[in-house]
């Protein structure tokens, strides 16, 4: 199969499948997971082209999204596209969900399941859903066959709900980039289009071991500086992903003349093109200072700043 590189071979694959779409879904209506990522919103994108008003789409925060997340996601998809979409603050169900759980897989599985448990509870309240929408994506599928990774969008759907629900994945055979040229083709926002990717357990991959919600919300603050920083700096859009991580230990570190003994934050910085392999991007020294300068001064819990310089393979994009 032909990537997708070019604008005309981005609208060839819309054109393809907004018919596939249409044929698939007649006049049945469509629940889709909208976390205003890159995938779920091309995917949300298309499907509106496709069966207009005939989807419903659901954000839920479960309390593990990136700090103002949730209120962006609403501006673009609510007031500015007009799409159909329910809002769920399901925060304390999900992190007491997760309370005292630190296995990495067990962690994905508990949010995948709560996600469509979530689901399954607004399906019930609508009437005649047929088809569950998911941004699954080819990288998802090959690290879940390999046994890398499990991703809840991938063969995870109980029995009760797989079936009750068809699924509709219009992105399934794509890669990251690949996705990015489609949403470009839609007429997406440049912000949404270019958005960095975001794992569906979110933040909670980023705080390794169990979460508690004092690390994952220093896990949160050290992310927005992250993000502020690049912006400052020109390198949003030109640096691929970059994000922080908290991870469950801690060590002795120094504080207005006092003894601490807080976590350590990791920052990740990388290019890619098809998510497979990933380089390291290097960042100028006065820079990571300055970074450094502020998460310890404005992060509570943090007195170690550290920097993640390992490619994939050997490493894995996100630490869990």
């Known amino acids: 199969m032909e990537r997708i ?4 071979l981005a609208q060839a694959f819309i054109d393809e499948q907004i018919k596939e779409i249409t044929e698939q879904v007649g006049d049945k209506k469509v629940l889709l997971a909208l976390s205003g990522g890159v ?24 309390g593990l999204l990136r700090k103002g997340e949730p209120e962006q996601v609403i501006e673009v998809f609510q007031n500015q596209m007009k799409a159909n979409l329910i809002y769920i603050d399901a925060t304390d169900r999900f992190l007491d969900k997760l309370a005292g759980v630190a296995d990495p897989e067990q962690k994905r599985h508990i949010i995948g399941e709560e996600f469509i448990d979530v689901f399954a509870e607004e399906a019930r309240k609508l009437d005649d859903i ?38 509709v ?7 990251k980039d690949e996705v990015r040229e489609v949403g470009k083709a839609l007429g997406l926002p440049e912000s ?43 390198l949003e859009g030109k640096v691929w992903q970059y994000f922080t991580v908290v991870p469950d230990f801690k060590s002795t570190g120094i504080k207005d003349g006092k003894r601490t003994f807080d976590w350590p934050c990791i920052i990740r910085a990388i290019n890619t093109t098809d998510v ?14 300055h970074l450094v300068q502020r998460i310890i001064a404005e992060v509570p819990g943090i007195n170690r700043v550290l920097y993640d310089f390992t490619p994939k393979p050997p490493a894995t994009v996100e630490y869990e």
């Open 5 to 8: 590189t070019t604008p005309a």
């Open 192 to 234: 949404m289009v270019n958005r960095q990717p975001f794992p569906g357990p979110g933040l909670g991959v980023r705080c390794p071991g169990a979460i508690t919600r004092d690390r994952l919300e220093a896990v949160r603050e050290s992310d927005a500086i992250l993000r502020e920083e690049f912006a400052k700096n020109g």
């Open 276 to 289: 497979m392999e990933v380089t390291v991007e290097h960042l100028p020294a006065d820079l990571i200072d």
């Open 169 to 175: 994945e219009p992105v399934l055979t794509l890669f």
């Open 130 to 167: 047929s088809f569950l929408a998911q941004g699954t994506i080819w990288p998802d599928i090959l690290e879940s066959e390999a046994g890398i990774k499990a991703h809840h969008n991938v063969g995870g759907l109980p029995e009760d709900i797989a079936s009750r629900f068809e699924l």
């Open 39 to 62: 995938d779920s919103s091309v995917v949300a994108a298309l499907l509106i082209k496709a069966i207009g008003d005939k989807l419903t789409c659901v954000h839920v925060n479960h």
